[in-house]
Nanobody
């Protein structure tokens, strides 16, 4: 059974940092592009960041560029999202996802972890 399980969310103040983790199981994800998405109440889900299977390529939404860093440890089948200088507008449920091919939508999704940033 393929599973993506996020952790590391919480309640923090503006300017603080958090590191989210996404642990994958059930298959090998080392060749998959992995992404982080977020959804705030009443808003559409939006792309946050993605990383290639090797980790050599990373992609970021403009709203988080320079503050967030995505990384992965394929030996641990885990993807991370380091979030610095958090802002209240970063508050959302953050989910990770795995994409087997760039020609396909993301195939697997986690349940998400809540991040709340107070001002």
């Amino acid at each position: 059974q393929v599973q993506l399980v996020e952790s590391g969310g919480g309640l923090v103040q503006a300017g603080d940092s958090l590191r989210l983790s996404c642990a994958a199981s059930g298959r090998t994800f080392s060749t998959d592009r992995m992404g982080w998405f977020r959804q705030a109440p009443g808003k559409e889900r939006e792309f946050v960041a993605a990383i290639s299977g090797s980790g050599s390529m990373t992609y970021y939404a403009n709203s988080v560029k320079g503050r967030f860093t995505i990384s992965r440890d394929n030996a641990k089948n885990t993807v991370y999202l380091q979030m610095n200088s958090l802002k209240p507008e970063d508050s959302a449920v953050y989910s990770c996802a795995a994409q087997r091919s760039q020609l396909r939508p993301y195939d697997y999704w986690g349940q998400g972890t809540q991040v709340t940033v107070t001002s």
